[in-house]
């Protein structure tokens, strides 16, 4: 049962370098977010895909972009990275359109360190 | 954006005991889920409610859904070691795919 697979699970980064995090679920779902979670700070939402080529930004999207050309995969690239990118990211998937309104699924998280 | 405060932040008690944890807003959300994460983990799901007044059961786990879906609780019996974990209550106003509002969560902690 692989559910949502993140790669990689530890990386450092130096300021200034793009990287890829990759997001693939086997479960058919439509839904797909990222999260970064950051002590005191909770989880909060940085893109999210409704469906195949549909992407949209949700609280924290600076300095990420997505894309979703299959359902099964949702990446989330760092243009330029920055110090303040120092996170835990988290992929999620659903079944469900509907946020919250159905089960929610989520990766291991990557934690990525940028100096 | 919609806030959702959580309380206690952090909360040590004995195995046995019973707690109370709470996750408070000034909206109303269409639905409101409880999520649990160990350490290294992702959150994962324990509950969704959607109707106001609703509580649902899971085991030793009691989860409550306000009245008027701005506030929810959860409430464990007789915690065991177990039960160590970040709680999570997180949020959607619904109408739109917009991702859920999480609360920044309670640590618990239970003793042997």
């Known amino acids: 049962n692989a559910g949502v697979t993140q790669t990689p699970k530890f990386q450092v980064l130096k300021t200034g370098q793009s990287m890829t995090l990759q997001c693939a679920q086997d479960m058919n779902h439509e839904y797909m977010s990222w999260y970064r979670q950051d002590p005191g700070m909770g989880l909060r939402l940085i893109h999210y895909?409704?469906?195949?080529?549909?992407?949209d930004q949700g609280e924290v999207p600076n300095g990420y972009n997505v894309s979703r050309s299959t359902t099964e995969d949702f990446p989330l690239r760092l243009l330029s990275a920055a110090p303040s990118q120092t996170s835990v990211y988290f992929c999620?998937?659903?079944?469900?359109?509907?946020?919250?309104?159905?089960?929610?699924?989520f990766g291991e998280g990557s934690w990525l360190t940028v100096v | 954006t919609q806030l959702l405060e959580q309380s206690p932040q952090f909360l040590s008690i004995q195995e046995g005991e019973n707690l109370t944890v709470y996750c408070n807003s000034s909206s109303v959300f269409s639905s409101l889920q409880w999520y649990r994460q160990e350490p290294g983990e992702g959150p994962v799901l324990l509950v969704t409610v959607v109707t106001g007044g609703e509580v649902k059961k899971l085991k030793r786990l009691t989860f409550q859904f306000g009245d008027a879906r701005k506030d929810s609780s959860l409430h464990i019996t007789a915690a065991q070691t177990g039960d160590t974990g970040l709680y999570l209550c997180a949020g959607t106003t619904g109408g739109g795919a917009d991702g859920l509002t999480f609360g920044k969560g309670t640590h618990l902690i239970i003793q042997p």
């Open positions: 895909s409704v469906g195949a080529g549909i992407t």
């Open positions: 999620a998937s659903s079944y469900d359109r509907m946020a919250g309104r159905g089960a929610i699924y």
